[in-house]
């Protein structure tokens, strides 16, 4: 099961770092106006609208396995295979209860008193 989680880890990571670049590659809708103008070159490698809609598509792949992936590590991070020794179902179930140390000291009576604090035994032994 942990194969599979790391497989899974790696995948995520490798898909997320081809979304950052190809976000970086791909230019916005305002850098086409500055292209008429003389400003940078018009020309790409996949033709006028071919590169954005290769792009596009690609980040869209890329983005579909990022969440996939995501999803299938929360899964796999659940932990069903792993049942407390009490059997509890969930972490309020497999909370500790521990008594209240005003109830014990007496101060209980008296609402809003504050419960009393043991003294380090540095300051006993002075």
């Given amino acids: ?8 880890l790696i995948v995520q990571l ?22 008429s103008f003389g400003s940078g070159a018009s020309g790409s490698l996949f033709g006028a ?9 690609s980040t869209a792949v890329a983005a579909t396995l990022f969440f996939t992936c995501t999803l299938g590590l929360a899964y796999l991070s659940n932990g069903r295979g792993s049942v407390s020794a009490a059997g509890a179902d969930s972490a309020l179930d497999r909370a500790p209860i521990s ?25 006993v032994s002075k």
Avoid: E, W, Y
């Fill in 1 to 8: 099961m942990q194969v599979l989680a790391n497989l899974v």
């Fill in 14 to 35: 490798l898909s997320g770092l081809t979304i950052i670049g190809l976000v970086l590659v791909q230019h916005g809708k305002g850098a086409d106006m500055g292209a």
């Fill in 49 to 57: 609208t071919g590169s954005a809609n290769f792009l596009s598509r």
């Fill in 99 to 123: 008594a209240p140390a005003a109830a014990a000291s007496g101060a209980a009576a008296i609402p809003g008193a504050l419960p009393a604090v043991a003294a380090p035994a540095s300051a």
